[in-house]
């Protein structure tokens, strides 16, 4: 159950995770070129990106996008097991749902949030230096020196505890949506709907309060 849980969550988002990931760091490119235009040169538009992309960017984006995909189907399949009482006949045979049902979907949220959130860096600072040297005139050398010398790695380290707790959301609130769920398959849609949106609003007031323990 566990490992079909890591590659639900993990190896089937990857595509759509690159996908997003490519096109933030593109306009993430564009972005920091306008704001550094006229204050700094842009041989620091590497440090500009790469930054914004590990401790904000990738992270959230990629939280968001499983929020969507997975945060939502955990609340489908788990919703419609309650209507239909498969949820009731585990707790009569003395079967924990929690422990049988929710506890590898959270195991797997919170270990493949992180990696799916450094293949979206990793995807997206390639994005950001692809529009750097195609359309800005940001070489490779200028573009990775700059992201070198201004890279930090609590920064990278920061991204991954949030990937850690956005997967732990995720999980968590699309499990005890799925528990509650009633009214049949109007219920079930409406479990889904619920799930995706609390989910995605946790995950930015979250990334607010980890932001503020850390400055």
Known sequence: MLFFQMEHI????LPLVVIIAVFTGAVAAWQAAYQLKGVAPLSFLGTATSRAIITELGPVLTAIVIAGRVGASIAAELGSMKVTEQIDALETMGISPIRY??????IAAI???PILVIFANIIAVGGAYVISNYFLGVSFDVFFDSVKRFFFFGDFVFGLIKGVVFGGVTSLL???IGFRTEGGAEGVGLSTIRSFVLTSALILIMDYVLWSLVF
């Not at 993990?10 to 988002?13: I, K, L, R």
């Open 101 to 106: 049902l929710a506890m590898p979907r959270f």
């Open 174 to 176: 699309g499990c005890h």
């Open 111 to 113: 270990i493949m949030m």
């Open 10 to 13: 993990g190896v089937n988002s």
